[in-house]
């Protein structure tokens, strides 16, 4: 059975919306099949998506998938995907929606509700966190797909070679890079790789920082975000870590730690098997992977991240979409995706699941990581809330000199302004 798989740029996606609006009805075409057609991003993976669709063609024979892939950027996806919404582009039936999307989707009348579908005993077997994340005003807009959350991958080897274990604090953390640079005496070896870039990524990178000060994201002029983010700017950026990190995404962070120029790596699941890849990376075998540094007294925070499917409020397919979106979440398919692709099931079971744990040991130990990870501020408005928190901490990281009280009071602000602006709009 024939499977169209693309690459769509904005001004594909507005043509293929175009032309397909128009003809776009709820009956089978001449085939006998309904095509249902998923927006997705760009996978790492193309051949276990290829797989994963050959096995549902096989199983549906009714049911017609035409994946139309996106960016791989969360951020370029979304402008995509609701780009289209907005339009109310009827060609589009389901689409896979990053952990901090839903409540945006949901207020818009843009996802389709799934309450009647998705039963409370099925949603007992995924995370909480992953169920939270699909949650909005009492109702549930998408199945988890995948979970992740942020995870702390330590170089083994410097650390065993040192008598060192892996630090649970973050001023631990400094120490440690202090004691094995001097004792390396390699001035290429830098001690903390993360995702510092102004982007959807520092929001992450700055929740574990925050959260795990007991600062909350959205008052950022606390005392306890404060000193945590003068932490950043002060012990991290430039020091431990090279200033370049302030343009580090996902790849750029990965590409210093598994070419041996870090330490420490602050990153998500699927890093694991590209750091263990003897073909790609100069560390192999000498990684291990702990849960993320905290302040004293405070607790490990993990930035939830992850996806689910939803369903296009206007679908002219909704139960042909609902049959794939049950297949691609299924323990089946999420086992497919955790053996094949090292994407971390979003259902609790599959984590003493023994085909996923002999591809994935280290699930093992991920799983209580899994349970408490902390998700991002949650609301219809958190774009806006976003790019005011993206702007303020690369702003208040980035400068030596930089006067984060204020900066933060400001953003601060900026963000109390947004709430009583939907508030005021609000039936």
């Known amino acids: ?54 096995i549902f063609h096989q199983s549906h024979p009714g049911i ?10 969360s951020t370029q996806l979304h402008d995509l995907i609701t780009q ?28 389709l509700a799934l309450d009647d579908r998705f039963s409370p005993e099925e949603r007992a077997g995924f995370f ?27 170089r083994s080897d410097l650390l065993e070679g040192h008598g060192l274990r892996p630090p649970t604090t973050w001023p631990e953390m400094i120490r440690q890079i202090e004691i094995i640079r001097r004792a390396e005496e390699n001035p290429g070896l830098h001690g903390f ?34 000193e945590a983010v003068t932490f950043i700017r002060d012990k991290i950026i430039g020091t431990v870590a090279p200033r370049g990190v302030l343009t580090y995404e996902e790849q750029e962070s990965l590409d210093l730690f598994k070419s041996g120029g870090a330490i420490f790596l ?27 540094p905290t302040f004293k007294d405070g ?21 042909e979409a609902w049959a794939f979106i049950r297949f691609m979440t299924s323990p089946r398919m999420q086992c497919h995706f955790a053996r094949l692709a090292g994407k971390a099931p979003a259902r609790r079971a599959l984590y003493s699941d023994p085909d996923v ?27 806006r809330i976003s790019h005011i928190l993206q702007r303020y901490f690369h702003e208040a990281i980035s400068n030596p000199k930089s006067d984060i009280v204020a900066l933060a009071r400001d953003a601060e602000r900026r963000i109390q302004d947004e709430i009583d602006m939907i508030q005021q709009t609000a039936p």
């Open 64 to 73: 017609h998938v035409e994946l139309e892939i996106g960016p791989n950027s």
């Open 193 to 226: 790789s993360a995702q510092f870039k102004q982007y959807v990524g520092l929001i992450c990178n700055m929740l574990e920082f925050v959260r795990s000060n007991g600062g909350c994201m959205t008052s950022p002029a606390s005392p306890q975000a404060i």
């Open 128 to 154: 909480p966190g992953c169920i939270e994340a699909v949650t909005f005003d009492g109702s549930i807009y998408g199945i988890p797909f995948n979970t992740d959350s942020g995870l702390f991958f330590c």
């Open 299 to 319: 607790m490990s925070a993990a930035a939830l991240g992850g996806w689910s499917f939803g369903i296009h409020s206007r679908s002219r397919h909704p139960e």
């Open 266 to 292: 602050r990153s998500w699941p699927y890093a694991w098997k590209i750091l263990n890849d003897k073909q790609h990376s100069q560390i192999a075998g000498r990684v291990s992977i702990a849960r993320l």
């Open 84 to 111: 289209r919404l907005r339009n109310r582009d009827l060609s589009l039936d389901a689409f896979l929606m990053d952990v901090i999307w839903p409540p945006e989707f949901a207020a818009a009348g843009w996802a």
């Open 357 to 383: 744990l002999t591809s994935n040991p280290h699930f093992a130990e991920m799983l209580a990581v899994f349970e408490t990870a902390t998700p991002r501020p949650r609301s219809p408005i958190y774009p």
């Open 1 to 54: 059975m024939r499977v169209r798989i693309g690459i769509l740029g904005l001004a594909g996606i507005l043509a293929i919306a175009l032309g397909q609006m128009a003809g776009c009805g709820g009956s089978p075409d001449r085939t006998g099949q309904v095509t249902v057609r998923v927006a997705v991003w760009k996978a790492n993976n193309p051949d276990a998506w290829k797989e994963a669709l050959r």
